[in-house]
C-alpha cells in the first residue's frame, strides 16, 4: 500500500492534446515563464489513504493582462476529488501579461 505522504506538482512537461480536440486548436504546454504566483495543489487526505495518484490536464483561458477567464479540465486524472483540487490551485495562480491566451497545465500526483 502506497504510503500517505504525497506530492502534488505542476509540470511544464507533459504530452500536448492531439489534433482534433479542442475544435482542432492545440494550446501550448504552460511554461515556467508564463506563471508569475503558483500555489500547489493540495493532495487530498482521502486520496492519499486510497492511493490515488494522476495527471490532471487543465485548459487556462487568459484575458488582457494574463487575467484568468476560466479554468477546465480537459484531461482527468480518473479522481474527481484530484482533479477538483488541480482547479482550485491553478485558478489563484497568476499569469504574465504576454502569456498566450489559452495554455494547458497539467498536475501531476504522485505518492511517494
Known amino acids: 500500500?502506497?504510503?500517505p505522504q504525497g506530492e502534488a506538482d505542476y509540470t511544464p512537461n507533459?504530452?500536448?492534446?492531439?489534433?482534433?480536440?479542442?475544435?482542432?486548436?492545440?494550446?501550448r504546454m504552460a511554461a515556467t515563464a508564463d506563471v508569475i504566483t503558483r500555489v500547489q495543489p493540495v493532495y487530498p487526505l482521502a486520496s492519499r489513504r486510497r492511493g490515488e495518484q494522476g495527471e490532471t490536464h487543465l485548459l487556462v483561458r487568459l484575458g488582457p493582462g494574463g487575467v484568468?477567464?476560466?479554468?477546465?479540465?480537459?484531461?482527468?486524472?480518473?479522481?474527481?476529488?484530484?482533479?477538483?483540487?488541480?482547479?482550485?490551485?491553478?485558478?489563484?495562480?497568476?499569469?504574465?501579461?504576454?502569456?498566450?491566451?489559452?495554455?494547458?497545465?497539467?498536475?501531476?500526483?504522485?505518492?511517494?
Open 68 to 112: 484568468i477567464l476560466s479554468v477546465e479540465v480537459t484531461a482527468s486524472s480518473g479522481y474527481p476529488s484530484l482533479d477538483a483540487s488541480a482547479l482550485a490551485a491553478v485558478k489563484k495562480w497568476g499569469f504574465s501579461p504576454h502569456t498566450p491566451k489559452e495554455l494547458i497545465v497539467p498536475v501531476i500526483f504522485r505518492l511517494e
Open 14 to 27: 507533459g504530452n500536448p492534446l492531439q489534433g482534433g480536440e479542442l475544435g482542432g486548436r492545440q494550446p
Open 1 to 3: 500500500m502506497p504510503s
